[in-house]
């Protein structure tokens, strides 16, 4: 299983794939846009816009290009919004943070939330569901409640992802226009929380932390899961920086 749109196996060049190199060591940001349901199918991911960073040794990085990475992350955003908005303000914003805030390689979304900063904006909200075995709610409902109840017409969504790369686990940031379905990674299969679904625009943000061992070796347990050695310090540091670019979004600059 597979959430990384570079990782699907197909040469992408010919669907208008682009890479550019930052000026932040080893850092690029890759674009891909699915604009037709041909794309889609051929490619298996949905319609939309895909934003791909990726920064190997993060943990090495100074909080300059940690900024730096939160920039593009904020401007990234920006561009989806003000398509999706038709250059209007988002007027209410609903935050949702998935996955378990108990687990280290399930707990982004949460720790993304703790550096978000709300005080003072009546209209951004945020929450985190946590996971059906927890809840015996699906995320989808949860959310859905959430969002009538705040009048949500924007919904960032954040979450952890799945790679088949042992070189991408912790060093990726996927920001798309289509939604996501919570657990999607590790073959649960969700109700998307999509702007199809919720009428709403649905953007989400994803890390990599997770991979099953059988990526590495063919005889290893399918349903053993592998996370980065140092997972603490780099979901610290992913939730720095995507939490930053959010604060953005709405002129706060504070990581926490």
């Given at each position: 299983m597979f959430d990384l749109i570079d990782e699907s196996g197909k040469d992408?060049?010919?669907?208008?794939?682009?890479v550019?190199?930052?000026?932040?060591?080893?850092?690029?940001?890759a674009y891909l846009k699915v604009d037709s349901h041909e794309?889609?199918?051929?490619?298996?991911?949905?319609?939309?816009?895909?934003?791909?960073?990726?920064?190997?040794?993060?943990?090495?990085?100074d909080y300059k290009s940690l900024d730096y990475l939160s920039g593009v992350c904020a401007n990234a955003l920006k561009q989806i919004i003000e398509q999706k908005l038709n250059?209007?303000?988002?007027?209410?914003?609903?935050?949702?943070?998935?996955?378990?805030?108990?687990?280290?390689?399930?707990?982004?979304?949460?720790s993304v939330l703790?550096?978000?900063?709300?005080?003072?904006?009546?209209?951004?909200?945020?929450?985190?569901?946590?996971?059906?075995?927890?809840?015996?709610?699906?995320?989808?409902?949860?959310?859905?409640?959430?969002?009538?109840?705040?009048?949500?017409?924007?919904i960032i969504v954040i979450d952890s992802l799945a790679t088949n790369e042992i070189s991408r686990l912790g060093c990726s940031i996927q920001i798309t226009s289509t939604g996501i379905a919570a657990g999607s990674g590790v073959g649960a299969k969700n109700k998307r929380i999509c702007e199809e679904n919720l009428g709403v625009p649905c953007i989400s943000i994803g890390v990599p932390f997770m991979m099953f061992?059988?990526?590495?070796?063919?005889?290893?347990?399918?349903?053993?899961?592998?996370?980065?050695?140092?997972?603490?310090?780099?979901?610290?540091?992913?939730?720095?920086i995507i939490g930053k670019a959010i604060n953005e979004m709405?002129?706060?600059?504070?990581?926490?």
């Open positions: 992408l060049s010919q669907y208008g794939y682009a550019k190199t930052l000026p932040c060591g080893d850092a690029s940001l794309k889609a199918e051929r490619l298996g991911f949905f319609m939309g816009e895909y934003f791909i960073i990726n920064a190997q040794k993060l943990l090495e990085k250059n209007k303000k988002h007027q209410r914003c609903l935050l949702v943070g998935l996955g378990n805030p108990d687990i280290l390689a399930d707990c982004l979304g949460k703790d550096n978000v900063d709300i005080e003072g904006k009546k209209n951004v909200f945020k929450f985190c569901p946590n996971i059906y075995a927890l809840t015996n709610i699906e995320t989808f409902d949860f959310v859905s409640f959430v969002q009538n109840g705040v009048g949500a017409n924007l061992a059988n990526s590495l070796a063919s005889d290893a347990p399918k349903d053993l899961l592998l996370s980065p050695k140092d997972i603490h310090e780099n979901v610290d540091v992913m939730a720095y709405w002129g706060t600059n504070d990581g926490k």
